[in-house]
């Protein structure tokens, strides 16, 4: 469940997904974020803070098995959930 509309946060692109590695992730109008990566039953499996002036994020889940996971973004006190499909 999203905390709010993807529209009430500065633009996110999570591409390519599916990915077999490394996920991109593009933040428009957004300098400073927090990235925490969760499995299916909600445990924290990866988490980066205070990422600042970074536009392009590269993801990188090559350790991990393949399966669902969740990626969360918090910016500015707005926070963002997104599907990651590891394949």
């Known amino acids: 469940v999203l905390g709010i509309d993807d529209s009430?946060?500065?633009?996110?692109?999570v591409y390519p997904n599916p990915s077999s590695d490394v996920f991109n992730i593009s933040f428009i109008n957004t300098l400073n974020y927090n990235i925490s990566v969760r499995d299916t039953a909600g445990k924290l499996l990866f988490e980066d803070t205070n990422i600042n002036d970074v536009s392009n994020y590269?993801?990188?889940?090559?350790?991990?098995s393949t399966g669902l996971y969740f990626i969360e973004i918090n910016s500015n006190g707005k926070k963002i959930t997104k599907k990651l499909i590891l394949k």
């Open 8 to 13: 009430e946060l500065l633009e996110i692109e």
């Open 58 to 64: 590269k993801l990188d889940m090559s350790r991990f």
